[in-house]
Nanobody
Framework: VQLQASGGGLVQPGGSLTLSCVSS????????MAWIRQAPGKDREIVAH????????HYQESVQGRFTISRDNAKSTVYLQMNNLTPEDTAVYYC?????????????????WGQGTQVTVSS
C-alpha cells in the first residue's frame, strides 16, 4: 500500500491550502482515511477522519469549521481543504489509512501512512 501526499507549503496566516493524498495497492473505497499532523515537539494528532463512503466525517475541535476532509473514491484520493490557517496549524501532515471502513479518533487505528507534507503558516 502506498499513500502519496502533496499540497503542503508556506502560507500566511489567514490563508488556505488544499492537501491531496493518492492511494494505491488496495481497494481505496473499503477503508476509512485520516489526516494526522505532528508539530515539532508534540505528539501526532488526528486532524480529521472520513469513513469509507465519505458520508461521515469528524474533526478535531481546533480545526472545526476551518478544515474540510473529503474523498473521491473513483480517484483513490482523499483531500484536506484548510482555510483561515493559523501558526498553530504548522506541522507535518500525514494521510493515513485504517484497516476498516469506519473512521476512528485513535492514531493507532491507522496502519498505512504517507510520507508527510510540511505545512508552515507564517508571516
Amino acid at each position: 500500500v502506498q499513500l502519496q501526499a502533496s499540497g503542503g507549503g508556506l502560507v500566511q496566516p489567514g490563508g488556505s491550502l488544499t492537501l491531496s493524498c493518492v492511494s494505491s495497492g488496495r481497494t481505496f473505497s473499503d477503508f476509512a482515511m485520516a489526516w494526522i499532523r505532528q508539530a515539532p515537539g508534540k505528539d501526532r494528532e488526528i486532524v480529521a477522519h472520513i469513513n469509507r463512503s465519505g458520508r461521515f466525517t469528524h474533526y478535531q475541535e481546533s480545526v472545526q469549521g476551518r478544515f474540510t476532509i473529503s474523498r473521491d473514491n473513483a480517484k483513490s484520493t482523499v483531500y484536506l481543504q484548510m482555510n483561515n490557517l493559523t501558526p498553530e496549524d504548522t506541522a507535518v501532515y500525514y494521510c493515513a489509512s485504517s484497516n476498516d471502513g469506519l473512521g476512528d479518533d485513535r492514531v493507532s487505528r491507522y496502519i498505512y501512512w504517507g510520507q508527510g507534507t510540511q505545512v508552515t503558516v507564517s508571516s
